[in-house]
C-alpha cells in the first residue's frame, strides 16, 4: 500500500531533550516535506527536500533540523524541544515539487514537550 | 500579515445545499492554488489543484481562483454528510514552498 508513515504517532517529553520523529514513504517521491499544524494558525511548512541531501528552509524553520539521506526517509529533528514546539505534526511527499502532483500527507504526530 | 487569510467557521449547512469557501492572499506571486480537505484526526487531502486563474470543475467540486482580487474560492453543490471535514486553501508561488490557510470546518447536517 503507498502510504507515508510517521513515528512516533504520539509523544510526551519534556524540555531540552533531543528527540527525531521519522518519516519514510514507499512511492519513490523526490520531494518530502515538513508542516506542523496548530489552532487558528493552520499548517506551517517547516522543511522541505526536492531529493536527496537537498534541503530548503520552508516558514518556520528555528529550532528544527532535517537530513534527507536516502530517498524515503526525512527525520525531523528536535535537538532541545521547548513547549512552544508543542503541535501536531505532519510529514508529506509527491512525486516532484510543481504542486499538482499531489501532496500524500502521514497520518500526523502529536508531540507535547513539558 | 498573513501570507493566506481564510475563515475558520465554523459553518453549518443542511445536506443539498450550496457550500463556498474562500481564502485571500496577500503575495501576488502565487500561481499554483490548491484545496485540501482534512477528516478529524487525519492528514489533509488534496482535492482540487488550479494554476493560475480560472475556473475548474471536478464533480460536485469548483474552484476558481481571481488572481487580480487575489481571492479563491471552492464550491461544493448537493453537499453531503460525508463532506463534513476541515477544509484547507493552500498556494505556492514555484511549487516548493507552500502557504496554507487556516482551515474552515464545515458540517453538513442529514
Known amino acids: 500500500e503507498a502510504q507515508v508513515t510517521q513515528n512516533p504517532r504520539y509523544l510526551i517529553t519534556v524540555t531540552g531533550k533531543k528527540l527525531t520523529v521519522t518519516c519514510s514513504q514507499n512511492?519513490?517521491?523526490?520531494?518530502m516535506s515538513w508542516y506542523r499544524q496548530d489552532p487558528g494558525l493552520g499548517l506551517r511548512q517547516i522543511y522541505y527536500s526536492m531529493n536527496v541531501e537537498v534541503t530548503d528552509k520552508g516558514d518556520v524553520p528555528e529550532g528544527y533540523k532535517v537530513s534527507r539521506k536516502e530517498k524515503r526517509n526525512f527525520p525531523l529533528i528536535l535537538e532541545s524541544p521547548s513547549p512552544n514546539q508543542t503541535s501536531l505534526y505532519f510529514c508529506?511527499?509527491?512525486?516532484?515539487?510543481?504542486?499538482?502532483?499531489?501532496?500524500?500527507f502521514g497520518p500526523g504526530t502529536r508531540l507535547t514537550v513539558l | 500579515q498573513k501570507e493566506v487569510e481564510q475563515d475558520p467557521g465554523p459553518l453549518s449547512v443542511p445536506e443539498g445545499a450550496i457550500v463556498s469557501l474562500n481564502c485571500t492572499y496577500s503575495n501576488s506571486a502565487f500561481q499554483y492554488f490548491m484545496w485540501y480537505r482534512q477528516y478529524s484526526r487525519k492528514g489533509p487531502e488534496l482535492l482540487m489543484y488550479?494554476?493560475?486563474?480560472g475556473n475548474k470543475e471536478d464533480g460536485r467540486f469548483t474552484a476558481q481562483v481571481d488572481k487580480s482580487s487575489k481571492y479563491i474560492s471552492l464550491f461544493i453543490r448537493d453537499s453531503q454528510p460525508s463532506d463534513s471535514a476541515t477544509y484547507l486553501c493552500a498556494m505556492s508561488a514555484r511549487g516548493n514552498q507552500f502557504y496554507f490557510g487556516t482551515g474552515t470546518s464545515l458540517t453538513v447536517i442529514p
Open positions: 488550479t494554476y493560475s486563474s
Open positions: 512511492m519513490n517521491h523526490e520531494y
Open positions: 508529506a511527499s509527491s512525486t516532484e515539487y510543481i504542486p499538482n502532483n499531489e501532496q500524500f
